[in-house]
């Protein structure tokens, strides 16, 4: 893996060779949260993507983003390839107090051990990138309340998965929480999830073009055509134009789509604006 390469994308190429401690997890996690989209636009620009680290971790450096398999994925190779202890695990997102809590393999988790403080005797840390507006920093994995730039979280015992955890999202959040099980697990645990969230017409990623990027103090979430800034000054716009949406994507996500051609920009924008159209069609006049 490009390791220079992924810490210059991150900004942080002075982490060169320092050995692993909390504030350098801290920054990792926190510039990796600013700099590095959550997004599925692979999806909609018909480039079916793997979820191999490595692939991952090269589709970062070269600018682009992804979801939970691609940027969790991708940054504990980065972790490890710096030296820090680090365990996947299954997890699941629970979207609504309708659907069911479990770690369902939607969702890959990370932990960090071996870095004892305060708020972590034992030195273990939940690492999640992969939560579009989840975390910004790492939190200890220790039972309690904690807050991160105005948004309230909580880490407590799974009820779904004896021996687990639960992290239960702020209310504004996009979901509930998520569960996930103590037990180390592979990529290869994800594979179906990743085929069903990448190509079924029930996933929400086929049918909504979602990115995100979580800041300090907030996020900021673009869903087809409309743009929400959760956390620090609230706002709603709708990105009326094609040159409204392509200069928020590179100013707000940093994705500039570079390697994608004039034609495929075309099909792109076409999808967007028709999917927005339908969107629309459902809702009331209020």
């Not at 993507?49 to 939970?68: E, F, H, K």
Request: charged fraction near 20%.
């Amino acid at each position: 893996m490009d390791v220079p390469g992924y810490l210059h994308r991150l900004g942080l190429g002075d982490l060169t060779g320092q050995p692993p401690s909390l504030p350098a997890l801290h920054a990792l996690h926190t510039a990796h949260a600013e700099r590095v989209p959550y997004e599925v636009l692979e999806i909609w620009l018909d480039r079916p993507t793997t979820i191999d680290p490595l692939d991952s971790a090269r589709r970062i450096v070269a600018g682009r983003g992804g979801y939970c398999f691609h940027l969790n994925g991708a940054f504990a190779e980065l972790l490890r390839a710096l030296g820090y202890q680090v365990t996947r695990h299954v997890g699941g997102v629970q979207g609504s107090a309708t659907d069911p809590a479990g770690a369902t393999a939607n969702h890959l988790v990370l932990t960090v051990t071996g870095l004892p403080a305060p708020q972590s005797p034992d030195g273990a840390w939940l690492v999640d990138l992969g939560m579009g507006d989840g975390l910004h920093a790492p939190l200890p994995l220790v039972a309690g309340d904690y807050e991160q730039g105005g948004f309230h979280y909580r880490l407590r015992p799974s009820e779904a998965e004896p021996g687990g955890w639960r992290f239960d999202h702020d209310p504004r959040g996009s979901f509930v929480g998520m569960d996930f099980r103590a037990e180390p697990t592979t990529m290869a645990a994800f594979a179906d999830q990743h085929r069903h969230l990448s190509t079924s017409p029930e996933s929400g990623f086929v049918r909504v073009a979602t990115a995100a990027r979580r800041d300090a103090t907030g996020v900021d979430i673009l869903r087809t055509l409309v743009l929400t800034r959760v956390g620090d000054h609230p706002a709603r716009t709708e990105l009326t134009t094609r040159s409204d949406y392509f200069t928020a994507m590179a100013d707000i996500f940093g994705i500039t789509f570079a390697d994608v051609s004039p034609a495929g920009r075309d099909t792109l924008w076409s999808r967007l604006t028709t999917a927005h159209e339908q969107w629309l069609a459902t809702k009331s006049p209020a």
